[in-house]
């Protein structure tokens, strides 16, 4: 019998005791065959350089499994084979960022064979493309709800390139414990990049409940609570731009007022920022707790102008890290799934 030199070597370090050698959770690029697929892959690489994590680039291939006859055998080898050859070109174009990429080949609907594949083998950090059928909230919703930590999400037409040699990350904040978590990401590239930070806080319209037209004491109350509002909201931003360049970051911040979603939208639209860090969650999900993703990041997702990194709450962190123990090379592996249509058989 054929022993393996990852088996021999397993069986060693079982007899002796020794726990098996820890490595990072992966980042996972799920890409499709289009040509649009290697701006993702490439995002995915330069996300997993930064944190010095291996790279998985994920494929599935679809079929209608409501059908009851079975793919043509030929045709189905031909599809993944083609599949396969497609994601190692996109591996081979990475290679000189030096980073360990696999392959690796499923079947069946993306989403869900993602959702298994995390199931069994946690990844928190995921990279999709954005959809072109404005459905991009919902997949990261699904893929949060599966355990990703961290999405970043490629927008299908980005922003023309800004003349300037600092790259620029735009974080929303509201104070929340949310958006503290995302701040905390931003720092951490903002170092390794010489990146300047750009915090955004928008204050929305007070929250008064109105039955009829407004008593005059009413719109009183509206302007104290905007006022109120607007006041605590500088004093946050200067406080959280003192730490920061205390730090020796460069940073600053835009405070505006009116409706979250549009605003914030506006506010990218116009600063062009290479990165936007985003929270999962903020103030307003005070009344939602079980909603793996707000309102606000829904929004911001269906109307992407720049690629968005959304950041879960350290609690989530902590809920879903997860140590891998690695038993052989990981570099340039493939792995083709063989759970198939075909297998059945």
């Known amino acids: 019998m054929a022993i393996s030199a990852f088996s021999f070597q397993d069986t060693v370090i079982a007899r002796k005791g020794i726990a098996p050698p820890v490595v990072a959770p992966p980042v996972i690029a799920c890409v499709d065959t289009s040509p649009r697929s290697s701006e993702v892959a490439r995002a995915a690489a330069n996300y997993a350089h930064w944190l010095g994590r291996p790279l998985i680039l994920f494929h599935s291939v679809e079929y209608d499994r409501s059908r009851t006859a079975l793919p043509d055998p030929l045709d189905w080898h031909l599809r993944r084979s083609e599949a396969l050859r497609h994601l190692e070109r996109l591996r081979d174009d990475l290679a000189g960022l030096g980073l360990s990429i696999a392959v690796e080949i499923d079947e069946g609907n993306w989403r869900t064979a993602l959702e298994d594949r995390m199931n069994v083998r946690p990844a928190p950090m995921v990279v999709i493309g954005a959809s072109r059928h404005s459905n991009t909230g919902h997949t990261a919703e699904l893929l949060i709800d599966c355990g990703a930590r961290s999405l970043l999400v490629v927008p299908t037409k980005g922003d023309v390139p800004r003349d300037s040699d600092k790259p620029r990350i735009a974080i929303p904040v509201d104070g929340s414990k949310f958006a503290e978590a995302a701040l905390a990401e931003a720092i951490s590239i903002a170092r390794s990049h010489d990146a300047e930070l750009l915090l955004i806080h928008v204050t929305p319209p007070s929250g008064i409940e109105e039955f009829g037209p407004p008593a005059s004491r009413d719109v009183e109350l509206g302007r104290l609570l905007d006022r109120r509002n607007e006041q605590m909201a500088c004093i946050f931003l200067e406080q959280t731009l003192r730490r920061l360049r205390d730090q020796g970051l460069t940073a600053r911040s835009r405070s505006l ?81 063989q759970r198939g249509p075909l297998n059945a058989l």
């Open 257 to 337: 007022k009116g409706d979250p979603r549009s605003c914030l939208h506006s506010v990218i639209a116009e600063e062009r920022p290479e990165l936007v860090i985003l929270s999962t969650r903020g103030q307003g999900i005070k009344s939602c707790q079980d909603l793996a993703l707000g309102s606000t990041a829904n929004y911001l997702l269906d109307h992407l102008t720049a690629p968005i990194l959304l950041v879960g709450s350290t609690q989530a962190r902590r809920g879903h890290e997860t140590a891998h123990t690695a038993r052989g090379g990981f570099a340039g592996a493939t792995t083709e799934s």
